[in-house]
């Protein structure tokens, strides 16, 4: 089953606002990244938090870390009309000498101009 | 940097042909990794190597799926024979390091008729 899960499914918002997405995993893990994909192309990076960091930022970016509740979020400030997208958490754990990094459904962000 | 390229956009084949996906990866990056993205399943990690070698395949669905990795520019992914349930779209992605950011490319949308 896919580690991690994003809420809300979809979120629509006016331009100039902040939007909040969420990610619940279920077992532990080494790092957890966030990826935004535009219709129809691949998937970009954004920012990579480790299971030792709370809280990490990026230009209008924040991304904040909880292990004890395994779940992350992500903050986009100011948002503009081009952070039109969906957005990925993908949570990686390794063992029995495999590496796995599992992406959630996506939370799909409308930001209306 | 061309990033990863995976030239084909879209295929359309008919059901019990072979099908081939083709990807390169960012030169320099040791690993290379399969995914399949439908609406149902969300994105899915098919398959996964590391300097050319298939570490964990437990993501390929069936038999009919195979994949290879002769050099460390150059990748496939193999469906023989295809079924429209196999009609989703293919993802290549690459990193220097697993536990690293993965840098996908445009993907190839598969239509099996």
């Known amino acids: 089953s896919q580690q991690g899960e994003e809420d809300p499914q979809a979120l629509s918002i006016q331009e100039g606002e902040n939007a909040t997405m969420n990610c619940s995993y279920k077992t532990s893990i080494n790092n957890l990244q966030w990826y935004r994909q535009n219709s129809g192309r691949g998937l970009v990076h954004l920012i990579l938090i480790r299971s030792n960091e709370r809280e990490k930022h990026s230009g209008r970016l924040r991304v904040t870390l909880d292990t004890s509740k395994k779940s992350s979020s992500l903050l986009i400030t100011a948002s503009r009309a081009a952070d039109t997208a969906s957005y990925f958490c993908a949570t990686d754990y390794s063992g029995a000498g495999s590496y796995q990094l599992t992406f959630g459904k996506g939370t799909k962000l409308s930001v209306i101009p | 940097d061309a990033g990863v390229i995976q030239s084909t956009r879209h295929e359309v084949t008919e059901m019990g042909q072979e099908v081939t996906l083709r990807c390169k990866p960012i030169s320099g990056h040791d690993y290379l990794f399969w995914y399949r993205q439908t609406m149902m399943r969300g994105l899915e990690l098919l398959i996964y190597f590391n300097n050319n070698v298939p570490i964990d395949d437990s993501g390929m669905p069936e038999d009919r799926f195979s994949a290879k990795m002769p050099n460390a520019s150059f990748s496939t992914l193999k469906i023989q024979p295809s079924e429209p349930r196999d009609s989703a779209v293919y993802f290549c992605?690459?990193?220097?390091?697993?536990?690293?950011?993965?840098?996908f490319g445009p993907g190839t949308r598969l239509t099996v008729l």
């Open positions: 992605a690459s990193s220097s390091s697993p536990y690293n950011e993965q840098f």
